[in-house]
């Protein structure tokens, strides 16, 4: 088991890779206006650029997953890192659509390393009663990555610096990070912790290597699939990803069409709401350390269903919905550290990589799932039914984690 010290190099560590990667992944939105300006793009050219960072993302969770379990969780860190700062690097300096294309393809690379590296990191360096905790620093960190691009961008305006000296400072400062970082873990990291993989796991790796590509996937996939417990967990991240994305995109909507409060007010609101959920993240890795992850996983779930059913009803006073509105995200956010330490109980060491991969893929299929859904309540029946929506999701939230815990048992 790694010392204490070491435990919180990793755990720190992992977290500014986290907030790394989280910025990578929002560094389009801040500068769609000076894209559309420079390059003549449209917004639908603007939104497969996005897009294409997801499809990759989605699309090599399951390979970095594989190879993080097999070759060990610095070289995927090690993509990671310097394909994301790359990246970072070729969006800074796009030229023309297909450049930019080209560097979402290379951002993406770099962003769906993470997860699977990540987690099983996290894990090998905690013990039950403190990986809520750690799970809680990776997810704030996370938080601040997506708040990071904006604030920077529009800092960069005001000061009159060009949009692309802003990305590049992000691209400079991420690589300096990556080199500080890699060189921390080879210094400083036991290798039973980056490479878990013992001398049995060694000798199956090799027989592995073998054996064709194709083969491996269809064996890995079998072996993914046949874990129920990771199965109903996928589907678990799949609609919390879905409600929050429903909770942060349509709150602002709600507060200014339902509640009559001006834009200006709204949307401070959502800023305070979002602060309030990534602090309250830590408050649920203190629950999930003290109670385990259960509890609080139910509880979370019970609270969105309760606070977006109230907000629903649209018959709250003023400073009722306010108050209910601050504590919206961390129904959601909350719970986070609860969810990766149940993943963390039902993976074993050689399998944490694929496992945390296939439930990345939950996340993003969340953020697919929810968009279209929602756009489709709202047109039909108004912002409210939105909220009625999301109140549902948390009710089959609920089920399906007492599904979850059910096959607890599961090795």
């Known amino acids: 088991m790694a010392s204490a010290d070491q435990s919180r190099l990793v755990v720190g560590l992992v977290g500014g890779s986290h907030l790394l990667n989280h910025a990578y992944f929002m560094l389009l939105p801040p500068i769609f206006g000076p894209l559309r300006a420079e390059l003549g793009l449209t917004d639908a050219q603007l939104g497969v650029a996005l897009g294409v960072i997801g499809?990759?993302?989605?699309?090599?969770?399951?390979?970095?997953?594989?190879?993080?379990?097999?070759?060990?969780?610095?070289?995927?860190?090690?993509?990671?890192?310097?394909?994301?700062?790359?990246?970072?690097l070729l969006t800074a300096t796009a030229q023309s659509y297909v450049w930019l294309l080209a560097a979402s393809v290379v951002v993406g690379i770099g962003i769906a390393g993470h997860h699977p590296a990540h987690y099983p990191l996290i894990g090998a360096v905690t013990t039950p009663d403190t990986r809520g905790?750690?799970?809680?620093?990776?997810?704030?960190?996370?938080?601040?990555?997506?708040?990071?691009?904006?604030?920077?961008?529009?800092?960069?305006?005001?000061?009159?610096?060009?949009?692309?000296?802003?990305?590049?400072?992000?691209?400079?400062?991420?690589?300096?990070?990556?080199?500080?970082?890699?060189?921390?873990?080879?210094?400083?990291?036991?290798?039973?912790?980056?490479?878990?993989?013992?001398?049995?796991?060694?000798?199956?790796?090799?027989?592995?290597?073998?054996?064709?590509?194709?083969?491996?996937?269809?064996?890995?996939?079998?072996?993914?699939?046949?874990?129920?417990?990771?199965?109903?967990?996928?589907?678990?991240?799949?609609?919390?990803?879905?409600?929050?994305?429903?909770?942060?995109?349509?709150?602002?909507?709600?507060?200014?069409?339902?509640?009559?409060?001006?834009?200006?007010?709204?949307?401070?609101?959502?800023?305070?709401m979002l602060a309030v959920g990534a602090v309250l993240i830590f408050g649920g890795g203190w629950l999930t350390d003290r109670y385990a992850a259960g509890p609080v996983l139910i509880g979370g779930y019970a609270a969105l269903v309760v606070v977006a059913s109230l907000l629903a009803v649209g018959a709250l006073p003023t400073i009722g919905a306010l108050a209910l509105v601050l504590v919206l995200s961390a129904t959601v956010d909350a719970s986070r550290p609860a969810r990766a330490a149940l993943a963390d109980a039902f993976s074993t060491d050689d399998t944490a990589g694929k496992n945390f991969g296939l439930l990345t893929i939950g996340i993003s299929g969340g953020a697919a799932v929810a968009p279209p859904v929602f756009s489709v309540f709202l047109g039909r029946f108004g912002v409210n039914a939105v909220f009625w929506a999301i109140g549902g999701v948390g009710v089959v939230a609920i089920g399906l984690t007492v599904v979850v815990l059910s096959v607890a048992g599961e090795p």
């Open 55 to 88: 499809v990759v993302v989605t699309a090599l969770q399951l390979p970095f997953g594989s190879l993080s379990d097999s070759r060990g969780r610095t070289p995927v860190l090690a993509i990671s890192l310097t394909f994301g700062a790359l990246g970072a």
């Open 133 to 272: 905790r750690a799970y809680s620093v990776h997810g704030f960190t996370g938080v601040l990555g997506f708040a990071a691009p904006p604030a920077i961008v529009a800092a960069a305006a005001t000061a009159g610096v060009d949009w692309r000296l802003a990305i590049g400072a992000i691209a400079a400062g991420g690589s300096v990070y990556g080199v500080a970082c890699l060189l921390a873990f080879a210094s400083y990291v036991d290798r039973e912790v980056t490479h878990p993989s013992g001398d049995e796991n060694r000798s199956k790796r090799s027989a592995a290597s073998n054996r064709s590509l194709a083969v491996r996937i269809r064996r890995e996939l079998r072996s993914l699939l046949a874990s129920r417990s990771i199965v109903a967990l996928t589907v678990l991240w799949l609609l919390t990803s879905t409600a929050g994305w429903g909770v942060k995109q349509y709150t602002a909507t709600l507060l200014s069409a339902g509640y009559k409060l001006s834009d200006a007010t709204a949307n401070a609101t959502v800023s305070a």
